[in-house]
């Protein structure tokens, strides 16, 4: 059938189903006239929908006695019927034979009184999809186990039987929250890939389909209408579904599914949108009420589903298949993902309204490329990375980063997140400026501006660094932004938190005391705004080991988070978290363990118990731990840290290598050395891939270095290398930071062991000098080098 007879046929058809059957006759003879080929496909579109409602779904004689249950097809005993999908009925049945005793799921051609040639066409379609299956070697893909025809010549094929319910009943059963939903979410995406890699289009994706075991493994079912790309797999005169047989789940189905259009990969990346909608809002997108085409296809091609965060608060009368009805209600939803509504409105919110709504755009071009790719974007936003969808706003990725969580990096957690910054800020520098920055448009002139000064084709070649965009971009700032103060605070915000975490302090102070002001002036001093400049400029006293200094802010901001955005919120969770680091370099362990133990249980309900944030808070809790004496559960939090970091962002990544150091600091001093120095090359090879080579993070891990060879008597090595760290450290920390002072306190050390007492003194007084002046007198640390001044006075000749 031509396209323009389908629609011709589609229009008289969605006319004719509203009139009653006695009518149709008279109907066909008043609009297809003399056209034989008009009145064949419409009385077979009427004939079927007498039939059955839906070509998927069952006759309604199908619902009475089962002719097959109790039978014996082949090897197997049918016990009863489990349901139907695509083009059978499924059955329970066990094989117990000679050969084994097993449980299968066996589907058997559903036949009925249909259209010559379409009858033909769907036992094609079902003897294909036993070849699909067995071309499907996949965990999360049922696997096809035996096949072949009953005596009355009906083709069956058994696959493995799976014990698990729907993803989305499993998912609120089970109340699995957010974060639990999308990890499951990304697991299905891969398996879906991974059909798409063989050259199958799955076709019908929705929860029915998609299995969860009692392990909370899913499993892919029902590849019965599957488009074949991969000619291998078709049988010779196997034909795409001809449009009058068109079939689909209308409340998952794509636009051009529903058109009749030709079926892509992109379709399935279309309805696992549809599916992840429903699995976080609780609600689909849309319901298809009708049977007719018109209206399918109006609902389904031309209308655009509310956003995640407005669907949540719908209340909605849901039939059940007993004839009851559900209410979903915004307290149900919410209860069912571990939540409260209001914050669960927040969470959904942005970055996930984005990420659906780009699954699920009209036109399949402009939806993820891949289901890969989709579950790529799901992993970007578990891992606190920015997304694709929200397009590449400076403002968006600031906020990013300011609030991805920091890492301890063994004694220098204040420095741990300057390369997530430094990614951010490359990932605008190279990023694409999409059209969703019109309603900023200046931003985006700033933007544009600013990174054509990388362009490679410009006068300077396009040799300007980063660091000198940022440096031009600060100083624009207040000229080009004075009519717009709270966007202008939230520049200065993001580049004054890239200064600090390059260790570049003064230009940082300059731009967030700027930023504290105008967010003061703008919003009050209890905002989340205001907090957000609060808990940055903490962060740079911490950084300058201003301790003291850094508390009150701190716990200010923790407050008014608190207040607005609720104790549970991923915001309070961060401030909880800088609050625990700060206690622990202050040496209050009992307080910092205490802290980073609640941050640990309020990260792993916020994210799941596999997520950077995680593994970010396992890591700084192991170094309380390791001064506590609590040693074995210090190197097990280390070691889950950095596997959890190895698996979730990839091992080339920062945060391995922050995981790496840490782990290694531990183990040296277990005196395993050379696990310790091979865990601290690996992660040095790591930063100098991608950072500046006097980055503050290069320092610590040449200092850290230099301690092993330094205890394994390498002293020449060792020396050079608490040289170059010393030198890093005083060029970008300052002559007179904490840090500097822990060296020289190193090469004091590495002196008195050579027996030059002398240079040992002065390099230990130089450090207690340091320390005396920014910790104070009674702290650990000026009383270690305190201690080593004793001993070396008493060594002097």
């Known amino acids: 059938m031509d396209s323009e007879l389908w629609e011709r046929a589609k229009r008289l058809f969605a006319e004719a189903r509203e009139l009653d059957a006695e ?8 609009r297809c006239g003399d056209d034989a080929e008009l009145r064949q496909e419409l009385a077979a579109l009427l004939a079927g929908d007498r039939e059955a ?3 998927l779904e069952p006759p309604p004689a199908a619902l009475g006695q089962d002719p097959y249950v109790g039978r014996r097809i082949g090897p197997y005993q049918v016990l009863h019927r489990l349901g139907y999908g695509g083009m059978g009925v499924v059955y329970l049945a066990e094989r117990d034979d000679e050969a084994f005793r097993k449980r299968v799921a066996l589907k058997l051609l559903r036949l ?7 009858m033909r066409e769907i036992t094609r379609r079902f003897e294909t999809e036993r070849r699909i299956l067995a071309a499907l070697d996949h965990p999360s893909i049922a696997k096809i186990l035996d096949g072949g025809s009953t005596a009355d010549g009906m083709p069956y094929f058994v696959m493995e039987y799976v014990e698990g319910q729907p993803i989305d009943e499993y998912c609120d059963l089970h109340t699995l929250t957010i974060v639990e939903r999308l990890e499951l979410f990304a697991k299905v995406c891969e398996a879906v890939h991974f059909a798409h890699q063989n050259l199958v289009v799955h076709r019908d994706l929705k929860p029915d389909n998609i299995l969860i075991t009692p392990d909370g493994e899913p499993k892919l079912l029902d590849f019965g209408i599957a488009k074949i790309l991969n000619p291998d797999l078709s049988f010779r005169g196997v034909v795409d579904t001809l449009p009058a047989q068109r079939p689909l789940t209308p409340d998952f189905a794509s636009p051009e599914q529903v058109r009749g259009d030709p079926m892509t990969t992109a379709s399935d990346v279309y309805m696992l949108g549809v599916l992840l909608y429903l699995l976080l809002a609780g609600h689909r997108p849309y319901r298809v009420d009708s049977a007719s085409l018109v209206e399918m296809e109006r609902v389904v091609c031309d209308t655009e589903p509310e956003r995640l965060s407005t669907a949540v608060r719908r209340r909605e009368e849901i039939p059940r298949a007993d004839g ?20 669960l409105r927040r969470r959904l919110a942005g970055d996930l309204e984005n990420v659906v709504a780009m699954a699920m755009r009209k036109e399949p071009r402009h939806r993820y490329s891949s289901a890969a790719e989709l579950a790529a974007e799901v992993r970007r936003y578990l891992a606190g990375r920015p997304v694709v969808a929200a397009g590449d706003s400076l403002v968006y990725r600031g906020r990013k980063f300011v609030r991805r969580h920091r890492l301890g990096v063994a004694a220098s957690a204040a420095f741990l997140a300057a390369a997530v910054a430094f990614g951010a800020v490359m990932a605008v520098q190279h990023g694409r400026l999409e059209a969703s920055l019109a309603r900023e448009r200046f931003v985006t002139d700033f933007l544009v501006d600013l990174f054509a000064l990388a362009d490679p084709f410009a006068e300077d070649g396009g040799t300007v660094s980063a660091r000198e965009l940022i440096d031009r971009g600060a100083a624009r700032l207040e000229a080009e932004f004075r009519e717009q103060p709270a966007v202008r605070a939230r520049l200065m915000t993001a580049l004054g938190a890239i200064y600090r975490e390059l260790g570049l302090f003064e230009r940082a102070a300059t731009l967030l005391e ?38 009150p802010p701190m716990r200010d ?39 980073f133990r609640d941050v640990l249980e309020r990260r792993r309900a916020l994210h799941g118990q596999r997520h950077p944030e995680v593994a970010e808070t396992l890591s700084d809790l192991a170094l309380t731990l390791k001064r506590q004496g609590a040693r074995d559960e210090a190197e097990r939090c280390l070691r889950e840290a950095l596997q959890i970091f190895r698996q979730t962002v990839g091992s080339g990544h920062l945060y391995v290598a922050f995981g790496l150091n840490n782990l290694a600091f531990f183990l040296r001093e277990q005196g395993d050395l050379e696990a310790a120095e091979s865990h601290y090359r690996e992660a040095l090879a790591i930063l100098r891939r991608h950072l500046d080579d006097d980055h503050p993070l290069i320092g610590t891990n040449l200092h850290n270095l230099a301690g ?61 000098d340091i320390l005396r002046s920014r910790l104070g007198p009674d702290h650990p640390y000026t009383r270690q080098i305190l201690e080593l001044l004793v001993r070396l006075s008493e060594a002097a000749p």
Do not use: C
């Open 708 to 768: 092993i060879l330094h205890a394994r008597g390498d002293l020449a090595a060792a020396e050079a290398l608490y040289e170059e760290a010393l030198e890093i450290r005083r060029r970008r920390l300052g002559p007179d930071h904490p840090m500097v002072a822990n060296t020289l306190f190193k090469l004091a050390e590495l002196f008195a062991g050579r027996g030059d007492t002398s240079e040992a003194t002065r390099l230990a007084r130089e450090a207690h």
């Open 112 to 118: 009925g009184r249909r259209h010559v040639a379409a």
């Open 514 to 551: 700027s930023a504290l002001e105008l967010r003061r002036a703008t919003w009050g001093d209890d905002h989340p705004e205001y907090a957000d400049s609060l808990d940055e400029w903490a962060l740079l006293l911490h950084a300058r080991a201003e301790q003291q200094a850094a508390q």
């Open 23 to 30: 009518a149709w006759d008279a109907f066909l003879d008043e």
């Open 557 to 595: 901001a923790l407050e008014i988070r608190r207040r607005h955005l609720g104790e549970y919120s991923a915001e309070v969770a961060e401030s909880l978290q800088h609050l625990a680091v700060l206690l622990q370099d202050q040496g209050d362990l009992d307080g910092a363990e205490r802290l």
């Open 324 to 343: 009851t009805t559900v209410t979903l209600t915004p307290e149900l939803i919410s209860k069912r993902r571990g939540d409260e509504p209001g914050r």
């Open 53 to 55: 409602t839906h070509f």
